[in-house]
């Protein structure tokens, strides 16, 4: 049983684009935490100018939900291509085997209805 080239590179895209989604979901969760300590930490009080922490301030909120939405949305993406890559698999590799299957059974009839004796055990002469 062979699956066909679409398919495989069809599993390969789903993987791979779930792999990148996941990575990007790690990146931008470190990127976004960096982004949120160095604005809003204690320690970062005296280094931001009070204008921009006026400024920063304002937004923390909109800042904050994004650290999370972001992140979030990249691991749903790629754990959602992951799956669907490797239901996409299982479904070709089942559909590879029901048309073997399928094609061995016509061909056994086709055999059967070219000589009908051939296969008939009960017939004794």
């Excluded at 479904?91 to 073997?100: H, P, Q």
Aim: neutral net charge.
């Amino acid at each position: 049983m062979k699956l066909s080239s679409r398919d495989t590179q069809t599993t390969t895209v789903f993987v791979l684009t779930g792999v990148a989604f996941l990575m990007a979901a790690v990146l931008s969760r470190q990127l976004w935490m960096a982004i949120f300590g160095s604005l809003y930490s204690p320690g970062a009080q005296g280094l931001v100018s009070p204008e921009l922490a006026a400024r920063t301030g304002a937004i923390e909120n909109a800042i904050n939900l994004t650290m999370y939405i972001m992140p979030s949305a990249f691991a749903c993406l790629g754990v959602g291509l992951l799956v669907s890559g490797l239901l996409w698999y299982v479904l070709s590799t089942l559909g590879a085997w029901y048309g073997e299957r399928h094609a061995r059974k016509l061909q056994a009839r086709l055999v059967y209805n070219d000589n009908p004796d051939a296969g008939d055990r009960t017939h004794h002469e």
